[in-house]
T-cell receptor, first 109, second 115 residues
């Protein structure tokens, strides 16, 4: 079966750095997405990785290792508005998106 | 630009009744999707359409039907609602038409409660 694993919940302090991990086992791989979802709202696109390595976009970075079936989302200089769920999703060999259950990130002052 | 709109925002429905959730996009995207999101579970694909006139079944299609008469609209119909269909429903679209990876953009969601 296909599986995406990410921690259910994480807590971090405002101004700090947090890393949210995602491991996947899918039938084929055609890219990995990270989405942000604030409570009661729609998911919004954060990043996309298809090749190994780090993609940096402002305070957010995403890393991919295809050989390890592993990705992480790194959030720097945390702000209270970063409190949200972060969803990892993998495109499989049929170009269908397989979604993780999401990681709820709680930011404390 | 509105992007993707969904209606209604929320609905309480009696079991056994039918209902259509509406979804409209103005980005001229080829592909559209319907997901449900339940607490503790990832987004699950109900049905999808790679282009106008075609539809396909996702992971959890039972009890739902869709149509894609034109590029912009992708309604989801529950023929006879059951309590297990209580969920938040998201419509999404992407510029791909199957066989490629493209970012999906989501509507604001419909919160449905079946009693």
């Amino acid at each position: 079966g296909q599986n995406i694993d990410q921690p259910t919940e994480m807590t971090a302090t405002e101004g700090a750095i947090v890393q949210i991990n995602c491991t996947y086992q899918t039938s084929g791989f055609n890219g990995l997405f990270w989405y942000q979802q604030h409570a009661g709202e729609a998911p919004t696109f954060l990043s996309y990785n298809v090749l190994d390595g780090l993609e940096e976009k402002g305070r957010f970075s995403s890393f991919l290792s295809r050989s390890k079936g592993y990705s992480y989302l790194l959030l720097k200089e945390l702000q209270m508005k970063d409190s949200a769920s972060y969803l990892c999703a993998v495109t499989d060999s049929n170009y269908q998106l397989i979604w993780g259950a999401g990681t709820k990130l709680i930011i404390k002052p | 630009t509105a992007g993707i709109t969904q209606a209604p925002t929320s609905q309480i429905l009696a079991a056994g009744r039918s209902m259509t959730l509406r979804c409209t996009q103005d980005m001229r995207h080829n592909a559209m999707y319907w997901y449900r999101q339940d607490l503790g579970l990832g987004l699950r694909l109900i049905h999808y359409s790679n282009t106008a006139g075609t539809t396909g079944k996702g992971e959890v299609p039972d009890g739902y039907s869709v149509s894609r008469a034109n590029t912009d609209d992708f309604p989801l119909t529950l023929a006879s609602a059951v309590p297990s269909q209580t969920s938040v429903y998201f419509c999404a679209s992407s510029d791909s038409s199957g066989g490629s990876t493209d970012t999906q953009y989501f509507g604001p969601g419909t919160r449905l409660t079946v009693l």
